[in-house]
């Protein structure tokens, strides 16, 4: 692949005089620089790599050996889980925990490039050292050229279809995040040459016409809610359960809302009785309270077809370092146990009721509220508050 | 050496905010609809809500037959020390007592009155409200040592909160005493502002009155 | 006009260009001589100048009261318990001790309107009525104090028992003048100066501690007396009605000489009413109300009282009001709280669109939790 042509065809070719043998010798040793580092780096490389995978598989032996597994068996899960044994660790991140990979997988990849016949690389942008991310600027711009002139050309004409002429339907989706586009282009680069790119795609979505080059931006979006599959943020909704002497549907769900825990069971055909730690509605004595409880019932058009019944406790109360403490009293009490209960009693509704999930998911009702207290800091009286500011 | 300072903060090159990070990732997250015929109508295919989660639903915010954006509000402006029950009673007490002279005098109405007279405490208050909005705001801009008063336009949401805190400091200056209840003084107050009476819409015409005056320094608005 | 029985009158309103009749039925208490038949569901009108002779102003919870003011009549609805009450009430005779009843319920489910509707239905039917607006006045809102120089030991309290007296004499204006042709037992000597002769009508003795606030206390107790006596004879039928009756039997904020809190039973008008409550007497109906105010704390929003009798009056209190008929009073079922939304509707109380819909019908009813209390006060605002 490396092919180092040496100039004697070129010397022959060139018209100077011989005394310019000197001049063309050190014109090839200075373009050969980029290319004797390029080299000396990949032969460096490669040695390095041959050790490290000669190091691995001794290394596979000895464990098979030290596990009494035969080495045949020990494919990568047995490796980490050995790993895992050998070495355990109390680090909480599992990237900083020791593993054993194949050095293909962890080490540094090696840039290949091609050079021509004079020991220059192709493709004139090795030079500026991200030579794949300002190949995707470069393509980018001309995209937009195209997409311009596209419009231009064919805006008002019938020969082309209407949808072509609008702008790229991007919606459900963002662009993908800097390590992502690094892991795709295997190339590492700043980041504000990521916000470049990302200036120059939002520019070309925008433009009428950029339709044709949907596929195109595709490959940079993904789909938003990309982690869960589900667009409720939180718990999912429970299955629909039928109790076996009264033969009622019911669903029951475990939430919770800053430090209170609700276990929430709703019952079909009821006469929407609520019993929350054995209380009932009219022992919510605010007017918010009541409004928070009732709020799924308003939602979902079911008032009074429902009964509620559930049981809270603290968070704290439960954790292992409770025992040490004092344990709290009660659990949050005018809104925040309320709307653990609310969340519950949403859950269920929407197993019992499937025609109100989409407007009890619109309203902000299946959501699990991730607001918790926050931490109070030394030196300051509270989370956020400061002492009185003296000038002097 | 200040006026640098100042100018440097006003063009906000020194960060001055401590962590403003929101438990809601700004991109995965939108505000819910609170409004119940809203929910009813089915999402257009493309809205980007198809694809996203939706925030919680705030407490105050259940979407109950009463719920009314200028009365949430004006709760909330006139909350003291955290404790929003209070306001709440306080405001919604405000509203009885405007109904009860309301319903007294609509007893006492001829036929033809009884037509004029307007019992529902939300429209008396919401116009109360509305005819209390500043149309300019008076702000300080600090040029060469002095600090002029310089009349700036105004938005919507702005005027309704700079009307309703209005109100409530003149109804906290005159309940200071105890003698008269803050409930008592806010009905006193929305009413009249609803007729276009009373301290705050006094007050809001010398605001009007300040800014005409301030004309002149009206090109400081850089 | 002279009417027996119901009263049935129309309102029809325009919606839109439909016309609905609503038919409603209420009682007129125009009629004081009869003992009528009191029925359930129906809503009770009283009269503005029986309320006015009555006090309902001050004894009715002060929503009820606001309510009355504003919409010029007090009507309310006759539940279950009104009608247990007027029942019992039927049997009282003369040979029969003292019928005790207790009211109780969680807060907010018309205790305290059903005392005040019992009180109206003795006045309807001439029985003499011994109302006291709230036990927790004579134990905890006690301005001045007096040792009584009758028993020792004892504190007097001049002006709530002066407001007792008026309160009698105010609230009885319809038998003043049975209660003037009974006479007094024996010779009452107040002080050394003052002096009531046997055989004098026992209104001379209200008037005397009327005019006498040091002497009222003891006023109190002999007109009690005189009450029961009378009763014995069958020349009358007492009503008892005391609201928060379990605060006789709790705490006091009342203070000795020696900085100590006093206990209740060291509080003369105390003594006097709980031995109004003593079943040695006949002829009489005893109506108390157990009520939370007592024990719960007020400051405390979240907390939710205790409201059965046993934990109310206390181990004491209980056996001393040991045998009662208990009186429950609950939440409004669906049909009643329509009722009421009905007669919000008529009379334009409820004044949004949006609570006049149906939508806002049904929310009303839920977010109050079906609590007559809570349903007042959402459709205050509304």
């Given amino acids: 692949m490396l092919r180092i042509a040496l100039t004697r065809s070129s010397r022959a070719m060139s018209s100077t005089s011989p005394p310019a043998v000197s001049e063309s010798d050190t014109s090839v040793r200075k373009i050969g620089k980029a290319l004797e580092t390029y080299l000396k780096n990949s032969q460096q490389h490669v040695a390095m790599m041959e050790k490290h995978r000669a190091d691995f598989e001794t290394g596979r032996r000895h464990l098979a050996k030290m596990m009494s597994l035969d080495i045949h068996e020990l494919d990568q899960a047995a490796i980490d889980r050995a790993i895992q044994y050998l070495f355990p660790s109390g680090l909480t991140d599992p990237k900083a925990r020791p593993v054993m990979r194949p050095p293909d997988e962890i080490l540094p990849k090696f840039q290949r490039f091609t050079f021509d016949e004079e020991g220059k690389p192709e493709g004139t942008r090795f030079f500026t050292l991200n030579p794949k991310i300002y190949g995707l600027l470069s393509e980018i711009g001309v995209k937009t050229q195209s997409v311009m002139k596209f419009y231009d050309e064919h805006v008002g004409s019938r020969s082309v279809n209407r949808s072509d002429l609008e702008t790229a339907n991007l919606s459900g989706s963002q662009w993908i995040t800097a390590d992502k586009m690094k892991k795709k282009l295997s190339e590492k680069f700043s980041n504000e040459l990521y916000g470049q790119v990302i200036i120059a795609f939002e520019h070309l979505a925008s433009l009428p016409g950029s339709a044709i080059e949907q596929k195109f931006l595709s490959e940079f979006r993904e789909p938003m809610t990309a982690s869960t599959d589900s667009k409720l943020f939180g718990l999912a909704i429970p299955n629909v359960q ?118 009890l998911r619109l309203s902000g009702l299946l959501t699990l509220d991730p607001r918790k207290n926050e931490r109070s800091k030394v030196n300051q009286p509270g989370a956020r508050a400061k002492w009185i500011w003296k000038r002097r | 050496m200040s006026t640098k300072l100042a100018r ?148 919507e949401p702005e005027a309704e909160f700079r009307a309703m805190k209005m109100m409530r400091d003149i109804c906290r200056l005159r309940s200071k005493h105890g003698e008269t209840h803050f409930k008592d003084i806010l009905a006193t107050e929305l009413l009249a502002a609803s007729q276009n009476e009373g301290s705050t819409i006094q007050a809001k015409q010398e605001l009007h009155k300040t800014c005409e005056a301030n004309r002149a320094y009206a090109h400081y608005r850089a | 006009m002279k009417s027996s029985g119901r009263v049935i009158w129309s309102v029809s309103q325009t919606v839109g260009c439909r016309r609905i009749g609503i038919v409603g039925s209420r009682h007129l208490s125009t009629e004081p001589n009869i003992q009528k038949n009191v029925e359930v569901g129906t809503l009770q009108e009283i009269q503005m100048s029986v309320a006015k002779q009555l006090n309902m102003k001050n004894h009715l919870p002060s929503p009820m009261s606001k309510q009355m003011e504003t919409l010029g009549e007090l009507v309310t609805l006759i539940r279950d318990p009104m009608v247990e009450i007027a029942s019992c009430m039927r049997v009282i005779d003369k040979k029969l001790p003292t019928l005790r009843l207790v009211l109780w319920g969680p807060f907010g489910t018309g205790k305290t309107v059903t005392l005040n509707q019992a009180v109206h239905h003795a006045y309807n039917n001439n029985w003499a009525i011994v109302h006291l607006r709230s036990a927790m006045e004579l134990t905890r809102r006690v301005k001045e104090i007096e040792m009584s120089s009758f028993v020792s030991g004892r504190i007097n309290d001049p002006s709530n028992a002066v407001s007792i007296l008026q309160n009698f004499k105010q609230q009885n204006q319809h038998i003043w003048k049975l209660l003037g042709d009974l006479l007094t037992e024996k010779d009452y000597e107040w002080s050394k100066s003052e002096r009531t002769m046997q055989g004098k009508p026992i209104t001379e003795i209200i008037e005397m501690g009327i005019t006498a606030p040091y002497l009222a206390s003891d006023c109190v107790g002999a007109l009690f007396r005189e009450l029961r006596r009378h009763a014995k004879d069958d020349k009358l039928k007492v009503l008892v009605a005391v609201d928060d009756a379990n605060s006789l039997w709790g705490k006091t904020l009342v203070k000795r000489a020696d900085r100590t809190y006093a206990s209740p039973s060291d509080l003369t008008l105390v003594v006097h009413f709980r031995r109004l409550f003593a079943n040695d007497w006949t002829n009489g109906c005893v109506l108390m109300v157990a009520d939370k105010k007592e024990v719960s704390d007020a400051r405390n929003e979240l907390r939710v009282s205790r409201y059965t009798p046993l934990e109310l009056f206390g181990e004491e209190g209980f056996e001393y009001v040991e045998p009662f008929v208990p009186i429950e009073t609950t939440n409004y079922s669906e049909s009643e709280t329509d009722k009421i939304y009905k007669y919000y509707v008529n009379k334009n109380w409820l004044a949004s669109k949006a609570a006049r819909s149906e939508e806002g019908r049904k929310q009303l009813m839920h977010l109050s939790a079906f609590n007559p209390y809570y349903y007042e006060r959402l459709c205050a605002f509304n």
């Fill in chain 2, 8 to 155: 440097f903060a006003q063009k906000r090159w020194i960060s001055s905010t401590t962590s403003t990070s929101n438990m809601y990732d700004p991109r995965l997250f939108r505000e819910p609809i609170s409004d119940v015929q809203e929910l009813r109508k089915p999402l257009d295919a493309d809205d980007e809500r198809n694809f996203l989660f939706v925030k919680a639903m705030k407490s105050d915010a259940t979407p109950v037959f009463y719920r009314d954006h200028v009365i949430d509000k004006l709760i909330r402006v006139c909350t003291k020390d955290g404790e929003k029950e209070t306001s709440r009673k306080n405001v919604l007490s405000a509203l009885e007592i405007i109904k009860r002279r309301q319903y007294k005098a609509w007893a006492k109405a001829t036929d033809e009155e009884k037509q004029s007279i307007e019992l529902d405490p939300f429209v008396i208050a919401r116009k109360g409200i509305r005819n209390c909005h500043p149309l300019m705001k008076l702000q300080g801009v600090t040029r060469g040592g002095t600090t002029y008063q310089v009349p700036f336009p105004i938005e």
């Fill in chain 1, 242 to 359: 039928t109790c076996a002497e009264t033969n009622r549907r019911y669903a029951e769900v475990t939430t919770h809302c800053k430090d209170t825990r609700a276990v929430v069971k709703v019952t079909d055909a009821g006469k929407g009785k609520f019993s929350i730690d054995g209380l009932q509605l009219h022992d919510f004595r605010h007017l918010q309270s009541r409004e928070i409880l009732l709020a799924p019932f308003i939602i979902s058009q079911t008032l009074g077809k429902f009964d509620v019944t559930a049981t809270t406790d603290c968070i704290s109360n439960s954790l292992p370092e409770a025992p040490n403490r004092e344990p709290l009293k009660r659990t949050g009490g005018m809104s925040a146990l309320p709307r653990a209960v609310r969340h519950g009693t949403a859950l269920c509704i929407a197993a019992l009721h499937p025609e109100s999930i989409e407007p």
